[in-house]
């Protein structure tokens, strides 16, 4: 076991130390000299992706001395338009791309932007993306939901089934819970939060259930925050007729979180940090860089040996003792590395 520890002083997941413990050390594919030019997430007011990067960049450059770094860290907004204007050679983001940053490249270029997997969002860490999870009262005997069932609670244009659903009896339940209405609790719906949602479930639909009830974050009279997030579940421990997207970070003991399936047929699994890493629970965060590499044309040699270097036991060892993220697993990984070739 790795035995380290998190820079927030969280302590690290047994799954994220056995995943790393999988992963090969790098292995240099030759020697490269230039410049890697650094566009994307961070932020001046919380550092946690600048001391990443420092650690990432000086673990590497112990192997590969030959290549220097220039670092534009001003937030994932900045990152795809400096990749295709020709400012920057790798653009790391803070989240899924949005469709308008993609359909930018795409109008600029002429072909889509490469993207590789650097990391696993978090299980329950703020700041770094941690996973979007569903929760019902504990008094509810729903087992767990599919993504379409989802969609038919929380939209309202059900674009993965045949219709919605606004009462409990509709997932299956009897008796008392039959006729009782499905009362949705989430993020405002114009949030990031919400964002990602909408594109993973709703099928990027905008039409939300009407009777949804958001929440963002209050300022309370000492002027320390209540984050949405805990809103929502404490508003959920006082309706046992309700549903709620929050994180486990916010439970109560009132509340319980929901096994979820992609689709009906297919297991349904906890949000645990080992299902995170496997990329097998379907509302895990996913945290991209992006190349511009011409359709035919292989990645610029330095910036490949760099992402080559962020994915090897060496580098995902670093991501998960200098940040809150979780690392890949050895299959994603795998996956990575193929499209580096």
Not at 145 to 166: C, K, Y
């Amino acid at each position: 076991m790795l035995g380290f520890t998190l820079a927030a002083g969280v302590a690290v997941p047994d799954a994220a130390e056995r995943a790393v413990a999988q992963l090969a050390p790098y292995a240099p594919g030759g020697q490269v000299q230039g410049v890697v030019r650094l566009w994307g997430h961070g932020s001046p007011k919380r550092d946690f992706m600048g001391r990443l990067m420092a650690a990432w960049i000086d673990g590497f450059r112990r192997r590969q001395p030959g290549v220097t770094f220039e670092n534009h860290l001003y937030g994932t907004a900045s990152a795809i338009g400096a990749l295709y204007t020709g400012a920057g050679d790798l653009a790391l983001l803070g989240e899924e791309i949005s469709p308008a940053a993609a359909v930018a490249f795409r109008r600029a270029k002429g072909y889509d932007p490469t993207g590789i997997e650097i990391a696993t969002g978090s299980l329950d860490v703020n700041y770094f993306d941690y996973a979007h999870m569903v929760f019902v009262h504990r008094d509810n005997p729903v087992a767990g939901l599919t993504l379409a069932q989802l969609d038919a609670i929380f939209g309202a244009e059900h674009r993965r089934g045949p219709r919605n659903l606004r009462n409990w009896g509709g997932l299956g339940l009897t008796g008392e819970w039959q006729a009782r209405p499905i009362r949705p609790y989430g993020w405002q719906a114009d949030v990031d939060f919400a964002l990602f949602f909408r594109e993973r479930v709703l099928e990027d639909s905008h039409r939300w259930n009407p009777a949804l009830r958001e929440f963002t974050h209050l300022r309370r009279p000492d002027g320390s925050q209540y984050d949405h997030g805990q809103r929502i579940l404490d508003a959920l421990a006082e309706d046992p007729a309700g549903i709620a997207l929050s994180n486990v970070r916010y439970a109560n003991p009132a509340v319980r979180a929901l096994p979820l399936a992609r689709a009906a047929g297919e297991p349904y699994y906890p949000p645990t940090a080992a299902n995170l890493i496997a990329q097998t629970y379907p509302l895990v965060r996913i945290i991209p860089a992006y190349v511009d590499r011409p359709p035919g044309q292989p990645v610029a040699p330095a910036v490949r040996e760099f992402l080559r270097f962020v994915l090897s036991r060496e580098g995902q060892e670093l991501l998960v003792r200098e940040s809150g993220y979780l690392p890949l697993g050895p299959a994603a990984v795998r996956r990575q590395l193929e499209i580096l070739q």
